[in-house]
Structures are given as C-alpha cells and as structure tokens.
C-alpha cells in the first residue's frame, strides 16, 4: 500500500501543479477584470515546449545539460514525501521536514549552477538576486518549521501533519510560512513570475537560456515546487481531512479535501498578489527578514506562553 501511495503522491503532483498555476493565473485576471488564459494553458505551455527540441550554446557544460533533470527531479522527490491525501508519508523514515528544506535546496543550487554556467548577463543577474533572497528565505523556514516541530519533539511529517491547536505559536508560524510560501514560488510583492523585463525579475532570468523540453522540465518542475510549498502549508496548518489509514474511502475524502484546500491556498496567493505591486529590490530583505522574526517569535512563545 506504501507503494500505491507514493505513486498516488508522484502522479497528483505532476498533474496538479500545473491546473493549480492556471487556477492562481484565472483568479488574478478575474480580479483583475481582465480576460485570462484557461485553466489548461500551463498544460499547454507544457505540451508545446516538451515538443520542441532546444538550441544549447556552444559554451554550455554538461551542468547546463543536467540541471533541469536534476531541478525537476528533486521537486518531485519533495512531492513523493509531503502528506498529499493521507497522514502517512509514502517514505516513511525519510519524510522529513530538513530532507524537504534539502531538496529546495538542491534544486536552486542546480539551476544556479547552470545559469552561471553560459556566462550571460542576465543568467547572472538573475543568480545572484534569486540567491540573496535564499540566504534570507531559508532560516525563515527553517524558523517556521521548528517552531512547529519543538512541542511534537519530531520533524517527521507524520508527527507535524496532526491536528493542533490555534495558539500565538501557531499564528505567528503561519504568517512567518505564508512570507515563505510567497517568496519561494516566486510572487508578488517578491517577484513577478508573468515578466521578463529584464530590471525586475530573478526567477525567470535563470531560465533565460533555455528552451525546448528542458524548458519545459524546468517550468513544470516549477510548478510542482509551487505544489509542494502550497501543499506543505496545507499538511502542517491545515492538516483537517487527512486520511487517517489507506483505505479507498478514507484516501478518497481525503483527496477531496486536499484538492479543496489547494485551491484555496491558490486563490488566497492569487489575491495576495492582485492586492501588492512588486518592492523594489532593496525592500525586499525587510519582508523576508520580518518572515524570520515571525519564526523567532513563534519558537520564543513556545516558552513564555507555553503554546
């Protein structure tokens, strides 16, 4: 049965996370009055460039070849051991939160490793933005999780995706994750995923010199990065509707449950960037490092307040 669920968990994720960008793109344009692209757009974004062959420079390493398998692939490990429908972990022994935290990490290092690797511009400019933000994103998570961690005295994710109660260590938590979740995805008021105006992003200029199906590997794996982030928060602050044991019933409400709070931990990002414009870049470290405070508080209350 732990096989059928990892497998439950790998599939979902591939073929949630791109519906889930085009519910957050349809919920942004609606509030915006505009028209928008259909929710099945990113899949057919995904479609077109896994068809086309990609042109590499001349000047590109094996790094360069690698990154995107290795980026995809590690998102999709981190997706195999969030709780998506049941309060098990398909990894039982490796689901950990910091194994999680890891592979954030490994992803990013290989995508900045292959954007340095052509030696452009702007693959360079947006390596160093998307890597000074990760300096300050990172403690702020780790902060969030271990504040979460500390009173179950475990950072499996099976411990922490239990019921618990709303306390000050909870909410200041929560808000210190939401920072996280926003920056880590990409959004406004952090970043703009829809631009490619060359001043302004950092994601989107490490994938400037891509194109074809490792595009197309590493914009899914985007997607699934977003999924796990979303669905992270959803097991550890809203763990309501896991499945308490795998049966068919059971992992059935709970996929009906996970796929409702997904949706809406997409249209509360959505509306978190229809309602901010994007800092400047040199604002941005005040919101990550308040991200951090928010955790230091959380873990702090812990003890002066008990919860």
Do not use: C
Request: aromatic share 6%; charged share 10%.
């Amino acid at each position: 049965m732990q096989v059928t669920l990892l497998l439950v968990n790998v599939i979902l994720a591939l073929l949630v996370a791109p519906l889930l960008n085009g519910v957050i793109k349809a919920a942004k344009a609606g509030w915006q009055n505009r028209r928008g692209p259909g929710l099945l757009q990113p899949w057919l974004d995904l479609l077109k460039y896994l068809s086309r062959q990609s042109v590499v420079s001349e000047h590109a390493s094996w790094l360069f070849r690698w990154a995107p398998a290795v980026y995809f692939g590690a998102h999709v490990v981190a997706a195999a051991l969030v709780p998506l429908v049941a309060v098990d972990s398909p990894l039982n022994g490796v689901g950990d939160v910091l194994v999680i935290v890891g592979l954030l990490a490994l992803a990013r290092f290989a995508l900045a490793l292959a954007a340095l690797d052509t030696a452009s511009n702007f693959g360079g400019m947006g390596t160093s933005r998307e890597l000074a933000f990760a300096a300050l994103v990172e403690p702020a998570l780790v902060l969030g999780l271990f504040a979460l961690a500390i009173p179950v005295g475990s950072t499996a994710l099976t411990a922490l995706a239990g019921p618990a109660a709303v306390s000050a260590t909870w909410v200041l938590a929560l808000g210190g994750l939401l920072i996280v979740a926003v920056a880590e995805t990409g959004r406004l008021p952090v970043d703009n995923p829809d631009t490619h105006l060359e001043l302004t992003m950092a994601h989107e200029g490490m994938l400037l010199e891509y194109s074809g199906r490792p595009l197309g590997l590493l914009l899914w794996g985007t997607h699934v990065k977003q999924l796990v982030i979303l669905s992270l928060l959803a097991a550890l602050f809203f763990p309501w509707g896991l499945a308490p044991e795998l049966t068919v019933p059971a992992l059935s409400l709970g996929l009906v449950t996970y796929l409702g709070k997904l949706g809406l931990l997409g249209l509360a990002l959505a509306l978190i960037e229809t309602t901010n414009v994007k800092l400047r870049i040199f604002r941005i470290p005040e919101l990550l490092g308040a991200a951090s405070l928010l955790g230091l508080l959380a873990i702090t209350s812990l003890y002066l307040l008990g919860g």
